[in-house]
């Protein structure tokens, strides 16, 4: 045992069987920061009196639920995070289903249909604009300039209603 003890400092399987635990549990005490070595000549080692007074507190400390390790400290922080999203992300959900329930929101088959309809009715009144233009024109201008005047018309809102194109596709399940 003198090869072990050096100035009050002890090795760790010493440390491990004065509290009755492994050497793996020391170490691992030892990472989470509850117990400390100190640095000697023969290498890292653990002043006793500190070591047993440190365990000691961190047993207390466990037993009255008062101080958890810093890792343990950090997963419940992060999990009341997690819990206070979930619950705010719920509130948003059923302020959205008591909205749509009050009729604040249109479904997608709706919306498509009425687009559907708005756009026929303005391309009707789009082809027609030209007519209705050489209507109006007939009498002030020659009848075959008049025509010219509506075909070129015809063809030029033919040419932008061709060139708009009302193909929004909305994918079922999220998938875009």
Same mark, same amino acid.
């Given at each position: 045992?003198? +090869?072990?003890?050096? $100035?009050?400092?002890?090795?760790?399987?010493?440390?491990? /069987?004065?509290?009755?635990?492994?050497?793996? #549990?020391?170490?691992?005490?030892?990472?989470?920061?509850?117990?400390?070595?100190?640095?000697?000549?023969?290498?890292?080692?653990? /002043?006793?009196?500190?070591?047993?007074?440190?365990?000691?507190?961190?047993?207390?400390?466990?037993?009255?639920?008062?101080?958890?390790?810093?890792? +343990?400290?950090?997963?419940?922080?992060?999990?009341?995070?997690? +819990?206070?999203?979930?619950?705010?992300?719920?509130?948003?959900?059923?302020?959205?289903?008591?909205?749509?329930?009050?009729?604040?929101?249109?479904?997608?088959?709706?919306?498509?249909?009425?687009?559907?309809?708005? %756009?026929?009715?303005?391309?009707? %009144?789009?082809?027609?604009?030209?007519?209705?233009?050489?209507? #109006?024109?007939?009498?002030?201008? /020659?009848?075959?300039?008049? #025509?010219?005047?509506? $075909?070129?018309?015809?063809? /030029?809102?033919? #040419?932008?209603?061709?060139?708009?194109?009302?193909?929004?596709?909305?994918? +079922?399940?999220?998938?875009?």
């Amino acid at each position: 045992m003198a +090869e072990e003890k050096t $100035n009050g400092y002890y090795k760790v399987d010493i440390i491990a /069987d004065l509290f009755g635990v492994s050497v793996r #549990r020391i170490q691992q005490l030892t990472q989470e920061g509850v117990i400390s070595t100190v640095a000697t000549k023969e290498g890292r080692r653990y /002043d006793l009196v500190p070591t047993i007074q440190k365990y000691v507190k961190y047993l207390q400390d466990k037993a009255y639920g008062k101080s958890k390790s810093e890792a +343990e400290g950090k997963l419940k922080e992060q999990k009341l995070r997690a +819990e206070i999203a979930l619950k705010e992300s719920q509130s948003e959900l059923h302020r959205l289903r008591t909205e749509i329930a009050a009729g604040k929101y249109v479904s997608v088959e709706e919306v498509k249909m009425d687009y559907s309809r708005f %756009f026929i009715s303005f391309k009707k %009144f789009a082809m027609s604009l030209p007519s209705k233009l050489a209507g #109006r024109l007939t009498g002030f201008v /020659d009848p075959v300039e008049v #025509r010219t005047i509506e $075909n070129e018309l015809q063809k /030029d809102v033919q #040419r932008l209603l061709n060139s708009f194109v009302v193909n929004a596709v909305v994918e +079922e399940d999220g998938k875009a």
